[in-house]
């Protein structure tokens, strides 16, 4: 697991052969898919928290210091030749204390673990209630989430390859595309009868302190950071100028639809507004409960990719192999991410916590720290002029400090602290 996942450009130029990688395009549809998903339902009660104009001042906030952070791990691994968080974290911090990495990895995919339960007990209530009414399936959530984790979950995180599941990331986007058009489209197509424009221009400006709990959200639909090592590794002509396109393209394209759609669902539903917005609808649209049943679907074969890292992340943290006391450890973890998928219920607010505290120390700590440690040695980690590596140092140093805040008052407004 350590020896490189590609090859070197260079060695393979000269050996005649076509150099191993990634086209600038392709890692931008890569580091979209990584971004944009089912997580793309939450943004839209983003807006409820903060009003229209300052949710997209947010939002533009937040897409601004989430690409910076982004360019700042390139940067490093351009300096480096780190082709992994982890690598890059011990070159910079020292192999002593790379258990930081793996705590962080593992509470960061149990998240997206509990966020994936969460969303199938939304979805699949709600196809149960268009598919099975009044039946327990379609009234009891807890029930419903058991029984789709026992016989699909559970069978499909004993896999050791996933190599069978390698197109369903991409049919599960294809899903949500497809839900999110529909969203789209009803917007536009009964704008007058739901009062739409209304809608907006009523609540085109306020100040609330929720509008942490936004940037929160924000934060979270861009985290994408920990895989940065690995887009960068992934360029056919890897440079720090091709990785910067890649971050400006797939952050510029993802920031117009987080936009774009989070104004949609707010303009249709406006206060009513839900975590999960396609949870706003009724079954009574046929679309809307196929919708519900292949989102449910999508994300049952999207969750062992997320637990399969967990796993690993977990046998990490107590210098084992990934595979270590496998069965029982499958079994404790699925358990306890099924108990907490069960308790949370609104995975907006699971978006948001990750987002105020993993997601502000992968997106905004971890880069400042690297890059502040490296430029330590202006020998081997050379910025140019003395002038520009302070500026830089600088710039870290803000985004330290903005990240804590944020995230601070995100969870201390959340749970009605201030």
Known sequence: MQQPLLTNGASAKGSGKEAVGSTVGATVVNLLKNMVGAGLLNVCIAFKYSSVLGGVFIMMFSSFVCTAGFLMIGYCCSKTGARSFRDLWRLSMGPNSDKVVDFVLFFHTFFSCVGYITMIGDFSIKSASGLFPNSILAERREISIGLITMFLIFPLCLAKSLDALKRTSAIGLTITGFSCAYIFYDVIANAEEYGAAETLSENLWYVRLDMFKTLALFNGSFSAHYNAPSYYAELKDRSFANYTKVTLYAFGIAT????????????????????????????????????????????????????????????????????????????????????????????????????????????????????????????????????RTQTIRYICIIMMVVGVVQGCLALLVHWKVI
């Open 256 to 387: 117009t639809l987080f936009t774009a759609f989070g104004l949609a669902g707010f303009a249709r539903f406006g206060d009513q507004v839900l975590g999960n917005v396609l949870k706003n609808y009724s079954g009574d649209d046929m679309l809307i409960q196929l919708s519900w049943f292949f989102m449910m679907i999508s994300t049952v074969f999207v969750f062992p990719h997320a637990f399969q890292r967990m796993r690993t992340s977990w046998n990490a943290l107590f210098n084992r192999t990934p595979y270590a006391s496998f069965l029982p450890t499958t079994i404790g973890l699925l358990a306890v991410t099924l108990y907490t998928g069960v308790a949370f219920t609104d995975i907006a607010v699971i978006k948001m916590i990750k987002g105020a505290t993993l997601g502000v120390s992968i997106m905004f700590i971890f880069p400042s720290i690297f890059f502040l440690r490296l430029s330590e040695d202006r020998q081997t980690f050379d910025c140019g002029s003395p002038e």
